[in-house]
């Protein structure tokens, strides 16, 4: 007689076996994304000199590189390129101190980025930031701890919190203190287009002055709100939700320096540290409305339907926060990377590309790029020919897959899993997640490898994410099956197809998987 042992075996390898048939097939069918684009498509953001001809001034001699915005990205980016030699103006619409609800938590893998930029001390305790060692996941009064897997890295390695804007400004004032970095405030209108090259661009300055600034390469870090990456992309941005934020003051979390998860109803609900005494909360709204917070329906909201949801612990402190009524929201956003190959400009951080900040990866993946450009723009000595160095910089959108297409794909499928839903397939989606990562050893040291950045491997994911449905079906056998638990074992794993297929579908099967195969991996420097 066949043990049951075998026969789930069968249907596992089975399985991904079928998975895997169907990736290799989209690869082979599928179509290019990257293609050279010969000019830049107006769309109102790129505009010509008055004249028609690009007249070099003064600027462009003296600058190598402009930079648009300097938040996380930016700022970074200037000091980095500015310390390999590069003279860098850069451009940001405010100066002072940001004050915002995201892009607090920064993943160990981001970290060690920091550290290979000569940026970590940024985030230490000049600003009061926190080290964070996982997370802790709550499901209907259970909980797990996720650690990250850090033994084999110094004891300084580890994920870091706090308030986005003291980092950003400490960032700043790094990249300000070198000579060839010029840090202006001013709002930049247009990018300045001849022949299909980005030349600079038009801004106007902190008095309301409209001036031009050239160089031979622009690069656009402008965030989330980009009014500049329409003329450099094509954007199909996505609103999943929204998050609405509270600080919650003198409080200690249940798990000491760890994030906490909780898989709310009807979304995740967020705590970590961002300060020595203070914790931030982010209550995850679906869709792109919420309750009116000047009508009271928001503190109602957090009231009846959130506070139930949260851990004993913090219960106090969080109503605390709800009856001080300092609330904030924010719209969260999804893009895919597809960028346009244009001469003189490159697009980076959010403007380029953003993924559900449910796992914070946002700033691991700007701070890879940025090393990633780097080490690309290292070989070069002259930026000028722009033709050049665009199609040579193709190489930059697909050398970044490996980590950027793993925290995207994981963050906007994660975010799917953890959403209550009234489907039973995802239901059980849901248990079987936290049931998997329950588990310990590599069901947990896997998927926290790849969440904290560590371990930016696709394939790793994609495994991980259909033993996850293999787990639930395999739940749902046991101890027998019926009829009704292996039609629903099927629409599970449907399910999880449904959720991951199409994710991987808008970061390219092939880059994704198969970057080696793409012409532009091999894309040498440009000889002068």
């Not at 970061?507 to 994704?512: F, I, L, P, S, T």
Request: charged content about 20%; proline content about 7%; aromatic content about 8%.
């Amino acid at each position: 007689m066949v043990s049951y042992e075998y026969v789930l075996a069968g249907v596992l390898v089975s399985l991904l076996g079928s998975v895997f048939f169907m990736i290799i097939t989209a690869t082979l069918n599928g179509k290019k994304q990257f293609k050279a684009s010969s000019g830049v498509q107006s769309k109102g953001f790129v505009r010509m000199p008055p004249n028609g001809e690009f007249q070099p001034e003064m600027e462009e001699k003296s600058t190598d590189v402009v930079i648009v915005g300097a938040g996380v990205a930016g700022a970074a980016l200037a000091y980095t390129l500015a310390k390999e030699g590069r003279r860098i103006h850069v451009i940001e619409r405010d100066l002072s101190e940001p004050d915002r609800i995201v892009g607090e938590l920064l993943q160990p893998g981001g970290y060690l980025k920091l550290i290979e930029l000569g940026l970590e001390d940024c985030a230490n305790e000049s600003i009061d930031a926190q080290k964070v060692f996982g997370y802790a996941l709550y499901r209907d009064g259970k909980d797990t701890k996720l650690s990250y897997p850090l033994e084999t890295y110094s004891s300084d390695v580890a994920g870091r919190s706090f308030h986005n804007g003291r980092f950003i400004q400490r960032m700043r004032e790094k990249a300000a203190n070198l000579s060839n970095v010029k840090l202006e405030q001013g709002t930049v209108t247009t990018l300045i287009e001849e022949k299909g090259t980005i030349k600079g661009v038009i801004y106007k300055n902190k008095a309301g002055e409209e001036l031009r600034t050239y160089a031979p390469l622009t690069i656009v870090c402008d965030g989330c709100f980009s009014n500049l990456r329409k003329s450099l992309s094509a954007p199909k941005v996505e609103n999943p939700s929204c998050f609405v934020g509270l600080v919650l003051e003198n409080c200690d979390l249940p798990h000491a320096n760890h994030g906490h998860v909780i898989l709310g109803d009807p979304s995740p609900i967020l705590f970590y540290p961002i300060s020595s005494t203070e914790v931030r909360c982010l209550v995850d709204v679906p869709g792109t409305k919420v309750p009116s917070i000047a009508s009271g329906e928001m503190v109602k909201y957090l009231k009846t339907k959130v506070a139930p949801q949260i851990p004993p612990q913090l219960y106090n402190a969080f109503m605390a926060a709800v009856n001080k009524g300092n609330i904030r929201t924010m719209q969260n956003k999804s893009m895919a990377a597809n960028p346009i190959p244009t001469p003189g400009a490159i697009l980076l951080g959010d403007s380029f590309n953003m993924r559900h900040p449910l796992t914070g990866g946002g700033m691991t993946v700007a701070l890879s790029d940025i090393v990633l450009l780097r080490n690309l723009l290292k070989p070069l000595r002259d930026l000028n020919d722009a033709r050049a160095l665009c199609n040579y910089l193709e190489s930059f959108y697909t050398l970044r897959k490996p980590v950027s297409s793993t925290i995207n794909t994981l963050a906007d499928a994660l975010y799917q899993v953890f959403c209550a839903s009234p489907d039973p397939a995802r239901q059980e989606m849901r248990e079987a997640c936290f049931g998997y990562l329950s588990l310990g050893g590599i069901c947990s040291y896997g998927p926290v490898s790849l969440l904290s950045g560590l371990n930016p491997r696709p394939l790793h994911l994609f495994l991980h994410f259909f033993a996850v449905a293999i787990y639930g079906v395999g739940r749902l056998m046991f101890p027998f099956p019926s009829p009704k638990s292996m039609w629903l074992g099927a629409r599970l794993i449907l399910s999880a197809s449904g959720i991951l297929f199409p994710i991987i579908k808008g970061e390219g099967v092939r880059q994704m998987f198969f970057p080696a195969t793409m012409p532009a991996y091999y894309r040498s420097p440009p000889l002068h």
